[in-house]
């Protein structure tokens, strides 16, 4: 009597990815974690000379994962590294409120409490200007959290002036400014308003792309133990999977990782129910009904 393949039992991808967190101590690069998959075309850590990282893209294109990548690349060259990401959400209205922010957070290096407790003007770069005499020489890395979602472009690109100044005047320092925006001409504007003015030069944009099919492929790969695993647990074509699923994706909602995640994740979860060995093209199809567009 033939024996078919077992039953799936396990289910590879997560609800939903885990957070990389806040930058701490003890905390590894994307690289060094087991659930990271590196993409050859994704953006590296700019090497800036002191200012802004200006980092925007779409919900969910991996503008944590490349802040994290900034602060390991920024303390390997000897910046003091400050993560604010952590705090409460709506942003920090300027470089003042940074500094208010810093003096209230734990753990800090204690070189940085040491230079802050000498800052004494409240004027935003007359501050920094304190801070970076203070500090002899070092050279900060800052995370900002995420600004307030309520903001329009042209304040983002004040805002983004303003912390560019503030980080050059202490000792060329970084911050790292997350702009997370959904539609593309609002980037657009921030980054125009800010290359036009005097400050351009302090401000270096990053804008993440959407995940193209074979980044998509390659994390699907990576996730289920390469190509060998993937042909074993896989029944269908993954190009027809793609050509299948185009028609919930839009343009105004691109291909983004934790969209992906969660399709997989319950592609597999009703393979698994149904008691398959494989998952075919109509578990994809009916996750895709309950996902929904990315």
Known sequence: MNVGPAALVHNPFPSRPPDLGVHDAACTGPEGRDEYVAFAGRPEPPDAGGGVVLIGGRPNLGKSVLAHRCLHRYEAAGHLLVDLAGGPSGGLAGPADCLARMRGTHPLPDELRAALREVRSAEPVEGHDELGRALGGRRLAVRLPRPDPNLRPAAIADQVRAYARAATAANSSVYLFEYPY??????????????????????????????????????????????????????????????????????????NLTWFNALCHRAFAAAIEAGAARVAIHHYLAAAVRTGAP
């Open 182 to 255: 959904w539609v593309e001409s609002d980037w657009t504007l921030v980054r125009e308003s800010v290359a036009s003015g005097p400050d351009g030069a302090l401000v270096t944009p990053v804008a993440l792309e959407s995940f193209d099919d074979r980044e998509l492929m390659a994390f699907l790969s990576a996730r289920v133990g390469g190509s060998d695993a993937l042909d074993a647990l896989l029944d269908l074509d993954p190009h027809m999977l793609l050509r299948a699923l185009a028609r919930r994706r839009t343009s105004l909602s691109p291909n």
